[in-house]
């Protein structure tokens, strides 16, 4: 059954979903985006707000929208310290942060600029904290300066550290409540939203149906594995951690891949959140892409510590044991991932152990807190992050968005890799996004 969404339903349930109408749907639209997370919510409500008299059509194979990486991350609002000058990274997470605030402000979301320390505790991490301080700078990342011990210990009293990077433009906001707060935009401005519809092939229609031009004027065909089918003019695919599968299904390359990478979470118990008041991030290891294990609070109040970075068994699995065997297959016969193992074999084996006995989680973490104790803190969430690998095993660090060639690649562009800060970054790869589909498409 899938689930087309009207203006009012959506509102009324806040963006949670509600059955107003199921029926096989052969729809005609102008551009059909896929994945409803907060980068194609992002540029779904940017291509509508631009062109209001074309038709949109977001397309999601969950029953709600959001629930993948969008609904499971730290939810920091990042100010654009760690990234290369001049990459997309860099660019758009700085412009996102400043069109994130004014969108919560606009819109009442609720957030808070409660900043962020990255802490060096050892001399050998001075001097990359220092070159972090000089890529901030170059960013234009706004506020940030160098603190020292006594510095840190004003900020965050129960931390302890030799030097700090102190970043007051950071905050925190619920990524999924803004997610949400998009589809809202778009469904206002006469998007449709339609769930449940898993889009397992993206093809040129080859004749016109019963001779009508009507599959000209829309030549590609979006179907969904249960036998559904709607027509469009373009398709812009924003699949997170199926974006490999989704570019291969329309005749695009299959790499960079998308290799999952469990997160796994602590929560500190409420009578201990007095040990954090902001942000407090380690500084991070430049092998990874990864950030590190921090300390983040959290909107409702509560206080996250992670999260690590172990690879995952299944696309989209929050559990331990959660097992897919075609996706364990698929990352493990990839000869990019053999390559990464090899090279990160200690690394890889060591966050799986801090994973599964938190006391080695928590003497890591007592690094920049030593009050912290293993009965402060609990289980908490996980989140997959979807990360780009290249056949050389390289981790793919910046944004990746990009078309293909022939008749479908021609019609079709792709969101390949929207790692950490796209959540950040959404109306800022909006922005870009929309650009480059008003400069290949004709709209
Ligand atoms: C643990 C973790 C912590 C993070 N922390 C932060 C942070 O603090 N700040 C920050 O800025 N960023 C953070 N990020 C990154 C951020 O959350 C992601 O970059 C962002 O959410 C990616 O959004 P997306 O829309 O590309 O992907 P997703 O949110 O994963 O959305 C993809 C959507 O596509 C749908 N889909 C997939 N295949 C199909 C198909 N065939 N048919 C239909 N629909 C399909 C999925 O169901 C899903 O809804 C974090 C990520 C993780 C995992």
Redesign the pocket.
């Known amino acids: 059954m899938i689930r087309i969404l009207s203006g009012a339903s959506f509102k009324a349930a806040g963006g949670l979903l509600k059955d107003i109408q199921s029926r096989q749907l052969h729809g005609t639209y102008d551009i059909a985006v ?7 919510l992002a540029t779904a409500r940017e291509l509508i707000l631009r062109h209001p008299s074309l038709s949109f059509v977001l ?4 029953k709600e ?6 609904g ?5 609002i ?1 100010s654009g310290i760690y990234y290369t000058p001049g990459s997309l990274k860099a660019r758009l997470c700085v412009r996102g942060a400043t069109l994130a605030y004014e969108y919560c402000e606009k819109k009442g979301l609720p957030y808070k600029r409660c900043g962020k320390l990255i802490v060096a505790v050892e001399q050998e991490e001075i001097p990359r904290l220092k070159a972090l301080y000089e890529r901030g700078m170059k960013n234009n990342v706004r506020d940030l300066t160098i603190v020292d011990g006594k510095g840190i210990r004003d900020r965050e009293p129960y931390c302890r550290g030799i030097m700090a990077l102190d970043s007051p433009y950071t905050g925190i906001v619920d ?1 999924r409540m803004v997610a949400l707060s998009y589809g809202t935009d778009f469904k206002e401005a006469g998007g449709t939203v339609v769930t449940e ?4 092939d993206i093809s040129m229609i080859k004749e016109s149906p019963s001779g009508s031009t009507e599959g000209m004027k829309y030549p590609l065909a979006v179907r969904d594995n249960k036998g559904n089918e709607l027509r469009c003019r373009y398709v812009l695919t ?5 974006s490999d599968r ?1 570019s291969q299904i329309s005749g695009c390359s299959r790499e960079p891949r998308i290799v999952p990478f469990r ?1 796994d979470y602590l929560v500190l118990k409420p009578e201990k959140n007095y040990l954090v008041k902001g942000n407090i991030y380690p500084v991070p290891d430049p092998r990874f892409p990864f950030l590190g294990v921090h300390f983040t609070p959290r909107m409702d109040g509560s206080i996250w510590l992670g ?1 690590n970075a172990v690879l995952a068994f299944k696309r989209e699995g929050y559990k331990v044991y959660d097992f897919s065997a075609q996706d364990f297959a698929d990352a493990l016969l990839f000869r990019g991932l053999q390559k990464l193992i090899m090279r990160n074999i200690t690394f890889g084996v060591g966050e799986m152990y801090r994973g599964l006995f938190i006391g080695a989680q928590v003497k890591n973490l007592q690094k920049y807190i030593p009050e912290l104790s293993l009965s402060d803190v609990i289980r908490g969430p996980t ?4 990360q780009a690998l290249d056949r050389d095993g390289n981790l793919v660090d910046d944004f990746v968005f990009d078309g293909g060639v022939g008749d479908v690649g021609s019609r079709v562009l792709h ?1 390949r890799n ?8 959404s109306l800022a790869i909006a922005e870009m996004i929309a650009d480059e589909v008003e400069n290949r498409f004709t709209l």
């Open positions: 896929v994945g409803a997370g907060i980068v194609g397309l999601e194979k969950e929208l959001s629930l993948h990486q969008s499971h991350n730290s939810g920091v990042h990524w519809y898993e889009v397992n924003c699949g997170g951690l199926y989704l997160g999260p989140g997959v992050r979807a969101v929207a790692p950490s800060p796209a959540a950040t970054s």
